[in-house]
């Protein structure tokens, strides 16, 4: 007979929520910082992992080993989900960070490609493995403790929180890059001060270990999985094929926002410095400025969606990416200052934030409490290796071909399937799986 006792569950205040939430988040916050500095200093490291070639080359290569990276992630959002379906949601955001902590620590004592040859973009390789199995299970875990932990009249408003960190991480990002722009020479950016946000990365990813420690355990997870994992069940995996709507779904709302979200966030400071011809140090900030500005539209399109529904929140962003992609990166592209590059920046963000605002939240409702993680986890992951991991790659291979519009029609393209998707599927704040609490 089992020795478990059935979980009481006890009535959260909302100061207890908030505490929980800020733990979580500011572990994802790290998480995502040490995801975005590869992208963020790509400019500096890739000659030295590199052989020389002329700059979009190199940023080709580690565009590539940055898409190889997403490759992991569906493995993490599966491991990753299996485990915080079964173990629980603390012990799964534990095991995420510390991956993280190993992957951003290597790169930042990794020698160039000159001291070590081939080894170097082999171990570069290695680290970005690392760090894709991590977030690849941050996020379906991430997005699950947001959405549980919350209250269920707020939850749109409380989960949006994984993307304030999540950008909150990219600008952290930026701000270290601006910071190491003026205190060093692009010399000693070249040389060596790159490493420095790796490094920052990897000590505080050891504070985000010690933070998430003080974590509780969602009250759904111990009242519902928990007691079912002594029970015997069939596996994660079959237990997920059980609900191939709602996988497809995930898929189908994720395909358009992920290439969208990275275009606008992770490839336009390539784009603003490769394509408008921007200096790095105008980019950054043109990109800082519009990121910190639309970090605040991610709670407040959040809480829009507890008044008024997940669904015209979705097809604000499905309608708004499908009509303004291509004008907008085409007038980007010719932007002829940065306050004019922040300002069409800023609208495609805004655009961007009906996605990041409340996909979390959408994909967590989908699912039952015992599949919940993996469910969310793995068809987003899976998805965002396919597309949002070889956005960059495609956007630079269509310049190096002089092509670069086609990539602008691509992007409008899965925008517009993942629209289709917004304007079948039911609002999940009505069907929700998840225990009104």
């Known amino acids: 007979m089992s020795c478990f006792m059935p979980h009481v569950t006890t009535s959260r205040t909302m100061a207890s929520r908030i505490r929980s939430i800020f733990s979580g988040s500011v572990g994802n916050l790290v998480e995502w910082y040490d995801w975005y500095v590869y992208s963020a200093f790509a400019l500096y490291f890739a000659p030295a992992f590199f052989p020389k070639g002329n700059l979009t080359a190199q940023l080709l290569n580690s565009a590539a080993i940055f898409a190889v990276g997403f490759l992991m992630r569906p493995l993490g959002g599966w491991l990753m989900g299996v485990y915080a379906d079964r173990a629980g949601r603390k012990a799964a955001l534990l095991a995420s960070v510390l991956l993280m902590c190993g992957g951003s620590l290597l790169i930042a004592l990794t020698p160039s490609y000159s001291q070590i040859g081939v080894a170097a973009p082999v171990l570069l390789v290695l680290a970005r493995l690392l760090q894709g199995l991590s977030v690849g299970g941050e996020y379906g875990t991430s997005a699950t403790y947001l959405s549980e932990m919350a209250d269920a009249k707020n939850r749109g408003f409380f989960s949006s929180f994984q993307y304030v960190t999540l950008i909150a991480g990219q600008l952290l990002a930026l701000l270290v890059q601006l910071g190491l722009q003026q205190f060093l020479t692009p010399a000693e950016l070249y040389a060596w001060g790159w490493r420095v946000p790796f490094a920052i990365g990897?000590?505080?990813?050891?504070?985000?270990?010690?933070?998430?420690?003080?974590?509780?355990?969602?009250?759904?997870?111990?009242?519902?999985?928990?007691?079912?994992?002594?029970?015997?069940?069939?596996?994660?995996?079959?237990?997920?094929?059980?609900?191939?709507?709602?996988?497809?779904?995930?898929?189908?709302?994720?395909?358009?926002?992920?290439?969208?979200?990275?275009?606008?966030?992770?490839?336009?400071?390539?784009?603003?410095?490769?394509?408008?011809?921007?200096?790095?140090?105008?980019?950054?900030?043109?990109?800082?400025?519009?990121?910190?500005?639309?970090?605040?539209?991610?709670?407040?399109?959040?809480?829009?969606?507890?008044?008024?529904?997940?669904?015209?929140?979705?097809?604000?962003?499905?309608?708004?990416?499908?009509?303004?992609?291509?004008?907008?990166?085409?007038?980007?592209?010719?932007?002829?200052?940065?306050?004019?590059?922040?300002?069409?920046?800023?609208?495609?963000?805004?655009?961007?934030?009906?996605?990041?605002?409340?996909?979390?939240?959408?994909?967590?409702?989908?699912?039952?409490?015992?599949?919940?993680?993996?469910?969310?986890?793995?068809?987003?992951?899976?998805?965002?290796?396919?597309?949002?991991?070889?956005?960059?790659?495609?956007?630079?291979?269509?310049?190096?071909?002089?092509?670069?519009?086609?990539?602008?029609?691509?992007?409008?393209?899965?925008?517009?399937?993942?629209l289709l998707v917004y304007w079948r599927m039911a609002d999940t704040r009505t069907t929700s799986r998840m225990s009104p609490e």
């Not at 105008?282 to 990121?291: K, R």
């Open 202 to 418: 990897a000590a505080a990813a050891l504070v985000a270990l010690y933070l998430r420690r003080t974590m509780e355990e969602t009250d759904a997870f111990e009242r519902e999985a928990a007691p079912a994992r002594t029970a015997g069940r069939p596996g994660q995996l079959r237990i997920l094929l059980q609900h191939p709507r709602e996988v497809l779904t995930v898929i189908g709302l994720t395909l358009g926002g992920t290439v969208v979200f990275y275009t606008f966030t992770t490839y336009v400071q390539k784009f603003l410095v490769n394509t408008t011809g921007f200096t790095k140090g105008q980019a950054t900030l043109v990109s800082f400025g519009a990121l910190g500005v639309a970090i605040l539209f991610q709670p407040l399109m959040g809480a829009l969606s507890d008044r008024i529904g997940r669904r015209p929140v979705l097809l604000f962003f499905g309608v708004g990416a499908t009509l303004l992609t291509v004008p907008l990166l085409t007038a980007l592209g010719q932007a002829g200052s940065p306050g004019a590059a922040f300002g069409l920046l800023l609208v495609a963000l805004v655009v961007v934030s009906g996605y990041t605002s409340i996909n979390a939240v959408v994909k967590a409702e989908l699912f039952p409490t015992e599949i919940r993680a993996l469910g969310v986890g793995l068809p987003y992951a899976l998805t965002v290796a396919v597309f949002g991991g070889s956005a960059e790659y495609l956007a630079l291979l269509a310049k190096d071909h002089g092509v670069e519009t086609w990539f602008y029609w691509y992007v409008t393209t899965c925008a517009a399937v993942s």
